[in-house]
């Protein structure tokens, strides 16, 4: 039975939660990603899966450094309604590129509040600043193909969904 190591596909079925132990994502689906360093997952979580093999768990707590970052309030922005959509609601998600950055380098924003003639966008990843706990179990290990290691990622469906930041 082949073990989780460098240049391996690997397949986990996994769940994360807060440190209060609320669920932020019940891994509905499996998540596959190239083991060995190719920033497909958290380094902490590829690092206790491995030698692992299928069968065998693993619970990693990750400090909010160690997955989607700090919370940083320079992230949030207020913009004028008016530059919006009539259909605006708290949630909803906008690409756009960075004030002072290069126009290729696409943001994400999330609308946090609707005020009046006032919108905040809030381009910190919704983790951000979260402590979280990944509990998962190998599902299935595989050698990785020539080509997905030259591209770095799984290649054909399911590649992770939870990635370094």
Known sequence: MMQVEKDSIVTLDYSVKNIDGEIVDAGRESLIYLHGGYDDIFFRIE??????????????KLQPDEAFGEYDPDMVQIEPRDQFPRELEVGMVF????????????????VTDVAGDRVVLDSNHPLA??????????TAVRPASAEEI????VH?????????H
């Open 95 to 110: 690409e756009g590129a960075p004030e002072d950055g290069d126009e290729e380098d696409f943001i994400l924003y999330r």
């Open 129 to 138: 600043g979260s402590a979280l706990i990944f509990t998962c179990t190998v």
């Open 47 to 60: 690092e206790a899966l491995h030698g692992k093999r299928v069968g065998e768990s693993v619970t990693v």
């Open 150 to 153: 030259a591209r770095g990622h």
């Open 156 to 164: 054909g469906g399911g590649e992770a969904r939870i990635v370094r």
